[in-house]
């Protein structure tokens, strides 16, 4: 599988660190890279990386590559993307954060590229897949979004409790840690006026997108599902803190999510108390820790943790193998 990694921000730096440290992706050929931000600044952030830390064997900037892992990746900067070099490209995994017009991912296609994968929610895709959830839905679709971390974590097990159980309503609150969407210091950023304080220093009561999609994603379930988030002073690893009315409750909660958790590949279990850093690199969509199970009346209370950049840089890899697949 022959790809480009428009935007090499933190997905694109985590997904190319995957492919370059897990022999099962050694079939993956990076064709190029593009960002806006010096090579040599791309190169040295590739190499030293403050949430997992430094990259093994090191990585260097030289003659126009990236050089890591006895590969060498042309590393380009600011080029539009239809004016990159796509021809015979199987995949663009989008990791800009900025594709905004269908026309701009259009251009993508006609200049050669088989497909295009966006790493975030994409009001211009063909149809926003979450595995796990509504994969079955990827048809023949050349422009697809890969939703956001918070609705590859919650989805799978929205459709996994519904389709046993019968989900009657729930609300999710994601407990998630800052970005760079965030300041670091108090500092205008947008209408979200709480999102303009110090990210790490407070908790910040705000939005997600994650129950719009759920929607788009299970549209059976649209309007049951209703969802918060508060960002933390974390640098990385979320949680889910979901409570739900099931038409069918199981007789016991904690033993019918350790039976989902067996049946379904995304979704993980952690029966330790364990706290966020124990999980950095899960590659696992949500990790389920059946002990903070809560069963009050008809509703039952399900905690779980995902790595919002690793499990989300492992779901573009194995969307993109999917939709590959596929092609071929």
């Known amino acids: 599988m022959r790809i480009l990694i428009n935007g090499f921000g933190r997905i694109g730096r985590v997904i190319l660190r995957q492919i370059l440290t897990n022999p099962a992706h050694a079939d993956i050929e990076v064709v190029a890279i593009n960002d806006l931000a010096a090579p040599e600044t791309c190169a040295y952030l590739f190499k030293y990386d403050s949430v997992f830390g430094p990259l093994p064997g090191g990585a260097d900037y030289r003659d126009g590559a990236l050089v890591a892992a006895g590969r060498s990746i042309p590393l380009l900067t600011g080029v539009a993307l239809a004016d990159l070099p796509l021809d015979g490209v199987d995949l663009v995994l989008d990791c800009t954060g900025a594709l905004k017009q269908r026309a701009t991912a259009e251009a993508a296609l006609t200049a050669g590229a088989r497909a295009v994968l966006i790493s975030g929610p994409s009001d211009i895709a063909d149809v926003t897949v979450v595995l796990g959830a509504n994969e079955d839905q990827i048809g023949a679709s050349t422009i697809v979004s890969n939703a956001s971390c918070t609705t590859n974590a919650v989805a799978p097990l929205l459709r996994a409790l519904d389709d046993r159980f019968g989900l009657v309503q729930g609300h999710m609150t994601t407990v998630h840690c800052y970005t760079g969407s965030q300041p670091m210091v108090d500092a205008p950023r947008g209408p979200d006026l709480a999102r303009n304080r110090a990210g790490a220093v407070s908790m910040v009561p705000t939005t997600t997108s994650a129950a719009r999609l759920v929607d788009r994603v299970l549209p059976h379930l649209a309007g049951r599902v209703t969802g918060a988030a508060i960002r933390v002073p974390a640098i990385s690893v979320s949680a889910v803190d979901l409570i739900v009315r099931l038409?069918?409750?199981?007789?016991?909660?904690?033993?019918?999510?350790?039976?989902?958790?067996?049946?379904?590949?995304?979704?993980?279990?952690?029966?330790?108390?364990?706290?966020?850093?124990?999980?950095?690199?899960?590659?696992?969509?949500?990790?389920?820790?059946?002990a903070e199970t809560l069963v009050t009346g008809d509703q039952i209370r399900i905690f779980g943790w995902y790595d919002n950049e690793w499990g989300f840089s492992a779901r573009m890899l194995d969307v993109a193998r999917m939709m590959h697949k596929r092609a071929d």
């Open 247 to 290: 038409d069918q409750p199981p007789s016991d909660a904690a033993d019918a999510l350790r039976n989902i958790a067996d049946a379904n590949p995304v979704i993980g279990l952690v029966e330790d108390p364990c706290v966020s850093v124990d999980l950095r690199a899960r590659t696992e969509s949500l990790v389920i820790a059946p």
